[in-house]
């Protein structure tokens, strides 16, 4: 019985005495049975009398809307009728519904994602890092010849222990450097990402081991107890969680360590990216340098990190660090100008908030910047489907208030519709951002380890941003709504209200269309510049050449140590010749160095010239085998390649490139038969001159190289394989691992990836700006598209009658088609010129993270307006033709 | 039944139906139907309960501790659920009661004699 069920429903106290469902109904019965009785009693038959009874007692949704509304203002239990009301309201439009939840869901799911990668990035302090506002990170600014300031992160073993000697303000200072280490040999070899750790630093961050302990202060320097702590994973993946594991050993490089500790989860120091192992410090005159860790360290590589003491202020312990800093450099001659006017900068602990932000958290500020923008657009889509929705409601409105339902209710009521459509699209967000939030994740922390997105802080943030949009999307509608006059509305069959303008609905469109036109600028400025850093003539063939490293450490011996060298120098001369007879492989060569990324600096003087300012650039030298040129696909511009007979100790000859040959030869042709490199008083002959390569940086300046035969260098080690495939070398890393690992089961973890990879984390800024500004202006676009198509499809249905009046006063489709498009424009095209206008007013700012291309760059701009005017024409056409199809007759008739 | 044509009921105001209950029971113990009908005859057919409304009422009521509910027998053997008045009931009806014939008085007032010609 379904009065039975209302009226049980309409129960506010149910919750304080519950009567049951039976009680209530016998009740009701005996109503009837008693009101049956009376009419009996009057002279009616039984049967009719019941059937009285029943009708009398009169017609539950009737009566249920009265009473409700004379009720209001009753509190928790209105509410969730506001509840029922409003979800009934969206089971009715379930188009509305799903267009209104779609575009929330995308647009706080586009949030909840960058509020992970942010989150862990920029906001919160690395996992198990207790007492952060104290800790930080040492810096440098340092000045250079330039004028301008470097800020030095890495920083000497020597300069580590001054600090921990005399720098007071510190109660605890560590420091650290993440290594790649070789573990295990032939085919069990592996690659491990190890940090090199002083055992201060653990103490320091307040971290505990999930099993065993980390090192303590006798065994920083690892002279004779090799120890490791196993990062969690590590522990999980290859021994198996096993609580045993203490005591057993890891093979380091090629000399066993035994495990004392496992790392807690997700503990990976104060930086973000996967600690595979923890090792001491002194484990780096192995891995890193005979001299690292000597008390005159040789090499800057160190991070340091320090937690100040409660009491002091961060400004006065800076000065103390700037004060020993400086003093170590003084009396050096060639630094005294730069490092002994260096000052400290003690950074937060989080390193992106630091001095020197990585590019991957620059980036995400900005998407994170445009996803809020995407959530704009979003309310504002919902805000005006709800308005439109308003209108076709109005005479539901005016009843309801004719039947006592105060305004304040109604405004509720909105305000609970909106949230209801925010709180769906919010769960509706969690789940896209399942998939959105790791695939966010590897793009910008590719090596971090993975939170889960249903992380209570992520969820707290989707619900607040959900909360929100909810407010905002509803707020404006239920205002609307507050302030309408229904009066006129009561009796009136049809919508009424022509002088109804829907300006706020025209304002919230352009609205949109304005932050699509920003989003689609950014992207046509983000895909250009990424097509303009794709095009750079790098000066070597990056799609065919694969990078193949032997770990040097794990030869078991020293490293630099004559014997060491001359067995790498052995192993990389055999899996050359090994390599050449792989069917796939054009050419292979052998260097001392990863091509793009070293060389040392080395005087050049031509015979005959004044020497060069002192302090002024030097070229870098690089030493390749034989075949380099051909391998890399770097171009000979003039003179000859090096040939067999070049690569032999004691030839004197050069190749240059073209910028060396510029800055060095008035004519900048470069070819000369003597040269002084170095120390070396002999002549060296140029014999070619080649394209201009890509020195470290990409996008950076070109060049200036000299290279030479490794043979001619008997102190360099060899460290590198180059190899050319003929096809696709993702395709050749199998085949390469196959006949390495088959040449000895004692040789290490080899290395082996594309040049491609080694570069694409240059790429990573503008390949995100370009596709989440594409993205994201895509998403835009199609929002602001929905929005005009909604507002014009319900001008028209407002406006039948009108247009079917033109029509029978002989107004062509033509014209009708044209009326309807000319209303698209009028609110498109204000809100593409504010939004040019921002655009260009706010280039400046993206200016740093473009390349090649001005933010003001016209031919975008053009683009961007073509293609949202195409779009609000393309919008208009569906309400357009309906419009044409309205039926004069009808209307003349409906008169 | 004769009913009275809907146009010469006076619609209850909100809160009205609430006091016309309490008064109802101040004279003693009723069932719903018996509520209903006691009302009619003493506003001589004028007020007219709207059974949709009645029902929620008492339960609202009960739920106050102004009213107190038990099932019983009607005059003629039926089983009823009768309700009677709580001393806190009585406490409000003498309040609300009050104010209605305040209330009354002043809307009486500001009407004034009958107007002619309307």
Known sequence: MRWIQWIRETHWTHWIRRRSDDDFAAEIESHLALEAERLERDGMSADDARFAARREFGNPTSSRERFRDARFGTGLDSVRQDIRYGLRAMRRSPGFTAIAVGSLAIGIGANTTMFGAIDAMLIRAPAHVKDAERIHRVYFEVPTEAGSTAIVSNQGYRTYLAFRDRVHGFETIGAFDAQTVSSGRGRDARALDAVLATPSLFTMLGVRPALGRFFDAS??????????????????????????????????????HVIIGVAPEGFSGIDLDRVDLWLPIGVASRLVGPLTVTPNGRGYWLKIVAKRRDAAPVAQVAGEVTAVYRDLWRGSRR?????????????????ARGPSPDAAARVSVWVAAVSLLVLLIASANVANLLLLRGLTRSREFALRLSLGATRARLVRQSLVE?????????????????????????????????????????????AVVALGTGILASLIPALVTARRDFGPLLGAGRVAGARNRLVLQRVLIGGQVTLATLLLVGAGLFVTSLKNVRAIDLGVDVGHVLYVRLDVSSAGQKAGSPSARASTNATYQAMLETVRRIPGVAKATLTAGEPLASGWAISLHRRGAPPLAPGSPVPFARAVGSDYFETMGTELRRGRLFTPADHRPDAHVAIIDEATAKRFWPDGNGLDSCVELGSDQACTQIVGVVANTVMWDIVGDKGSIVYLPFETWPDLGISMMEVKSSGDPAALVVAVRRAVSSMSPELPWVDIQPVSRRLDPQLRPWQLGASMFTAFGALALGLAAMGIYGLLSYAVARRAHEIGIRKALGAPDGGVVRMIVRGALVVTLPGVVIG???????????????????????????????????????????????????????????? | ????????????????????????????????????????????????????SLYPALQRLEAAGWVRAEWGVSDNNRRARFYELTAAGRKQLTKEAGEWRRLAEAVTLVLGPELSGG
């Not at chain 1, 293609?867 to 007759?889: F, H, Q």
């Open chain 2, 1 to 52: 039944m004769p009913t009275r044509n809907d146009r010469e009921r006076t619609t209850l105001l909100q809160g009205t139906l609430d006091v016309l209950i309490l008064r109802t029971l101040a004279l003693g113990s009723y069932h719903g139907h018996g509520i209903s009908l006691a009302i009619q005859r003493s506003s001589q057919g004028a007020l007219l309960v709207d059974h949709g």
């Open chain 1, 335 to 351: 630094y005294d100008e730069t490092y002994g006017k260096a000052h400290a900068i003690l950074g937060p602990v989080v390193a």
């Open chain 1, 836 to 895: 040019v206008g921002i655009a260009l007013a706010t280039g400046r700012v993206v200016a740093r993270q473009l390349y090649g291309v001005s933010p003001h760059d016209p031919s975008v701009i053009v683009l961007c307006v073509c293609g949202l005017v195409a779009v609000a024409i393309v919008a208009s056409l569906a309400p357009a033709r309906r419009a044409t199809r309205v039926d004069p007759m009808v209307t003349l008739r409906a008169e």
């Open chain 1, 418 to 462: 909106g949230m209801l459509l925010a709180a769906i699209g919010g769960i509706c967000a969690v789940v896209l951002a399942r998939w959105s939030a790791s695939a966010m994740r590897t793009f910008l922390l590719p090596r971090a380890t993975s939170d889960s997105v249903l992380a209570p802080r992520l969820l707290a943030f989707t």
């Open chain 1, 219 to 256: 065994e920083e320097l690892d002279e004779h107890e090799h120890v490791a702590v196993l990062g969690y994973d590590t522990w999980l993946s290859q021994f198996g969680a096993d609580h045993a594991v203490l005591g057993r050993t890891i093979d380091v490089a090629g000399v066993a």
